[in-house]
């Protein structure tokens, strides 16, 4: 039986991703000096660019979860045509719009009891959890129940490695993931943050570096330690904060390192940029452990 596969804005999908696997966003929103604006609109453009200069600027920008109302149109729509739903969410660790949008669906189910209606908290962010979709996505392509592809995704959602550095600790520091003090000696030093999401989905500094190309080549070593084989043949996902050149230099010393040829590239989304800030990289792909 068909199923419809959603997800947040925070999953950082490309449209066209969206369009060929025919995914359902759940968009969150943020707040520029006062005035709502959401991750993402269906046919509409979010100017990402724009959107990280405020942030250089110093605009005070804040965030929200999807819009409760909206989300349960879009899920009783899918219930009412006849679908069942796999919802694949955002990291409880990080937000709390996984617990929101699961009770929102626990309300649904009863309303249509003889609809699947299945969730998935994925422990993941940014194209970490929007990786975890693609294979969903791609697993209903090829025939698979949604209560397989659920199961798939509860058995690998720890093999999800994400790898981030940023550029700039300040904005960790606004959004009180790091200290005044080590954000004001790291961007003395030139130190850079190694982070990953770790098993119960929060964002975890592990190591320091100086300077930025070995904060970015970083992120490849433990790509190196971790992935799993056949690397080559890996679908690799790599998500910025404005900073596309970085992106695509992470993205040739993995095509160079390990023969990956599949990598997708996009921007990290304005809720989980407002916390990260501009020239936030990060690398994901499936590993022995995150």
């Not at 660019?49 to 929200?64: A, L």
Request: charged share 25%; with cysteine.
């Amino acid at each position: 039986m068909a199923f419809a596969i959603v997800t947040d804005s925070s999953s950082n999908l490309t449209e066209e991703v969206i369009d060929q696997f025919d995914l359902h966003i759940l968009p969150l929103t943020f707040m520029v000096d006062g005035e709502e604006h959401h991750s993402y609109l269906k046919g509409q453009k979010t100017d990402l660019k724009q959107f990280y200069t405020m942030m250089r600027e110093g605009k005070v920008i804040t965030t929200s979860l999807p819009n409760l109302k909206d989300s349960r149109e879009l899920l009783e729509g899918l219930l009412a045509s006849g679908q069942d739903v796999l919802y694949i969410g955002f990291s409880s660790g990080l937000s709390g719009t996984y617990q929101a949008i699961d009770l929102l669906l626990a309300e649904l189910a009863d309303a249509y009891p003889d609809r699947t209606v299945l969730a998935v908290d994925t422990l993941a962010a940014s194209m970490g959890e929007g990786l975890l979709v693609w294979y969903a996505a791609k697993m209903r392509e090829e025939g698979a129940s949604i209560t397989e592809v659920r199961d798939w995704l509860e058995a690998n959602k720890l093999h999800l490695a994400h790898w981030f550095t940023v550029d700039d600790l300040m904005f960790l520091f606004r959004g009180g993931r790091v200290s005044r003090t080590s954000a004001w000696a790291g961007t003395l030093l030139n130190i850079k943050p190694v982070m990953h999401v770790d098993d119960e989905g929060h964002l975890i500094p592990l190591e320091k570096v100086r300077g930025r190309k070995k904060s970015l080549k970083a992120l490849v070593d433990h790509m190196e330690q971790t992935a799993t084989s056949p690397v080559a043949d890996q679908t690799v996902f790599i998500s910025h904060g404005d900073c596309i050149e970085d992106a695509e230099y992470v993205a040739d010393l993995v095509r160079e390192r390990f023969g990956v040829t599949d990598i997708l590239i996009n921007y990290v989304d304005p809720v989980i940029g407002a916390h990260s800030g501009p020239g936030t990289m990060a690398l994901f792909f499936l590993a022995s452990e995150r």
